[in-house]
């Protein structure tokens, strides 16, 4: 059986913000975090998961890191608190919410930097990640 032709964008692009793309009800096929998949979109189908291979992953199983300077390295979770942490989204169960469950919460970590702060902090990340 020929599957039927649908028109394709000519670029993939990342919806901001993303709980209304995935609400949409042309959406055929998008990708999730856990936890807004476990929250906040009960209505939707999942199809399938990841299978990791990374060393300490097996099947659906994940490991988050902390990333730090190798002068500013310390022997456990407690070395950090008061630090300032960067996430990716948080609606990001391995990006945030592991680490808030761990740690009991964003007072463990500095104060977070206004959006507008953030958004510029990440534009210039992605900047030198391309050069």
């Not at 670029?11 to 936890?35: F, K």
């Not at 906040?40 to 399938?48: A, E, I, M, P, S």
Request: charge should be neutral; proline fraction near 11%.
């Amino acid at each position: 059986m020929a599957l039927p032709s649908l028109p394709l964008p000519a670029n993939l692009s990342w919806p901001d913000p993303l709980l209304p793309h995935w609400q949409r009800s042309d959406l055929l096929l998008s990708q999730t975090c856990g936890y807004p998949l476990a929250t906040k979109l009960t209505g939707v189908q999942v199809v399938g998961a990841f299978h990791y291979a990374a060393p300490g992953c097996e099947g659906p199983d994940y490991r988050s890191w902390i990333v730090v300077r190798e002068e500013e390295k310390g022997q456990s979770l407690a070395d950090f608190q008061g630090r300032r942490l960067a996430f990716n989204s948080e609606d990001s169960q391995s990006g945030w919410q592991a680490i808030m469950k761990m740690t009991g919460g964003p007072n463990f970590f500095q104060p977070l930097p206004p959006p507008a702060a953030t958004a510029v902090q990440l534009h210039w990340c992605a900047r030198v990640q391309q050069t």
